[in-house]
């Protein structure tokens, strides 16, 4: 009989048959998701010979769910999400422009995971434009809830923006056309600082020796400039025995964690021109993800990119590969499934099953670095075959041994 993981102040106390949602997620979402079952019930097996296993249990949403159910995010998916706190998930879809709200966002609003988590390193066998990827090595700490993805928007013929464009022209003086379409862009303390403690205990827990803060706090003084200094004030407040700001040390730190900003758009040059300078970044919601793509585009592209969303106040964490459900490839044994196999790695060492995350990405790493790559890959590669989706799948699970 398989137990549900649970969540007290030691933290998750984890059974060795655990219950984990996962969503398939739509386009390319069920093959990516198999290759990567298959190849963690191979890892569990040949690391602990049954004494551990992972119990399944599939939710629904995206466009399967609304086929079967009417309801794009039916309230029993996030009834199991809540109860069993740890799951995992494929790409949904979320049409442009009209059509439904981003799943994604969703699904991080009403389950109030608040940071959403992305490593990025390379390895050897993937490409990259630059001339030493070796030294991209970092996390993103990316603000989950609010920012422009909180939703607060009206079309601009709406009676709702009309009310707005007055309400702003009376209180504030802002003159605003009568075909202006408004969007909000709350961002809060309250956010803020979690978010920023999330980073910063990340940082004194893997002994990372520098932190940095992304804003556009230079022209958005009174939401992004307010991220900064409400995060450099969690710094002083909380984590002064083990970090301590630049301007507080004139650049050298000693034994301590170093903690600087950079202006969102300077950052994007100095991710590319020293990568190494940056080992955690915590930022705001859209800042993170356009950071998030161009450092993943440094390593391989977000075909190899892992994520995680997170509560570490509640114990809850939703793993999930970042990219698209890429409909053009779909039933064509093209996916890549690197991705989701990274974030299957990322959930097993969330619940302590470190030994089985450390064998798949082993296997992985080796099936690239011999180069067995699919064909997204393949094509930046000199002297790679392309193979397909099953093909990798079976290279890993030799490595898997």
């Known amino acids: 009989m398989p137990h549900p993981i649970t969540f007290a102040q030691a933290g998750l106390q984890v059974p060795d048959d655990p219950i984990i949602p996962f969503i398939q997620g739509d386009g390319i979402g069920p093959e990516v998701w ?3 079952r298959q190849v963690v019930d191979a890892a569990l097996w040949t690391i602990y010979r049954g004494r551990r296993t992972i119990h399944w249990s599939e939710v629904l949403a995206g466009q399967r769910a609304y086929d079967e159910t009417g309801s794009w995010l039916p309230d ?8 069993h706190l740890i799951a995992i998930k494929g790409p949904l879809t979320t049409p442009v422009a009209g059509g439904i709200r981003s799943l994604n966002v969703q699904l991080r609003r009403e389950l109030d995971l608040y940071a959403n988590v992305r490593p990025v390193r390379w390895f050897p066998g993937l490409p990259s434009p630059l001339r030493q990827p070796e030294l991209v090595s ?6 989950n809830t609010e920012d422009v993805y909180a939703g607060y928007e009206v079309a601009a013929d709406s009676e709702e923006a009309r009310l707005l464009r007055g309400l702003l022209k009376a209180t504030c003086g802002w003159e605003l056309t009568d075909d202006t379409g408004i969007g909000l862009k709350p961002i809060s303390r309250t956010a803020s600082t979690r978010l920023v403690r999330a980073a910063m205990r990340y940082a004194v827990d893997r002994k990372r020796q520098r932190v940095t803060l992304v804003h556009k706090g230079n022209i958005m003084k009174y939401t992004e400039g307010a991220f900064r200094d409400w995060g450099y004030q969690v710094v002083r407040d909380e984590f002064a025995d083990h970090a301590v700001l630049f301007d507080d040390c004139d650049g050298d730190p000693g034994d301590r964690i170093l903690v600087q900003d950079r202006i969102a ?3 994007f040059q100095d991710i590319l021109l ?5 080992q955690v ?11 998030s793509d161009a450092l993943a585009a440094q390593i391989g592209g977000i075909g190899v990119s892992p994520g995680a969303n997170l509560n570490d106040e509640l114990g809850r964490a939703l793993y999930e590969a970042v990219h698209g459900t890429a409909p053009d490839i779909v039933g064509r044994d093209l996916a890549n499934p690197t991705a989701m196999l990274f974030s299957a790695e990322m959930l097993l060492r969330r619940i302590g099953w470190t030994d089985a995350a450390d064998h798949i990405e082993t296997a992985v790493e080796a099936t690239i670095a011999a180069g067995a790559v699919t064909a997204d890959l393949a094509a930046r590669v000199d002297g790679a075959r392309p193979i397909g989706t099953r093909e990798f799948t079976d290279t890993v699970l030799t490595h898997i041994g």
Do not use: K
């Not at 970092?138 to 603000?143: G, N």
């Not at 020293?274 to 940056?278: A, F, I, L, M």
């Open 34 to 36: 198999a290759a990567t």
């Open 76 to 83: 029993e998916t996030l009834t199991s999400l809540t109860a």
């Open 138 to 143: 970092a996390v993103i700490f990316r603000e």
């Open 265 to 267: 758009d300077a950052m």
């Open 274 to 278: 020293s990568p190494e300078r940056h």
């Open 281 to 291: 970044i915590a930022t705001t919601n859209l800042n993170g993800d356009y950071l």
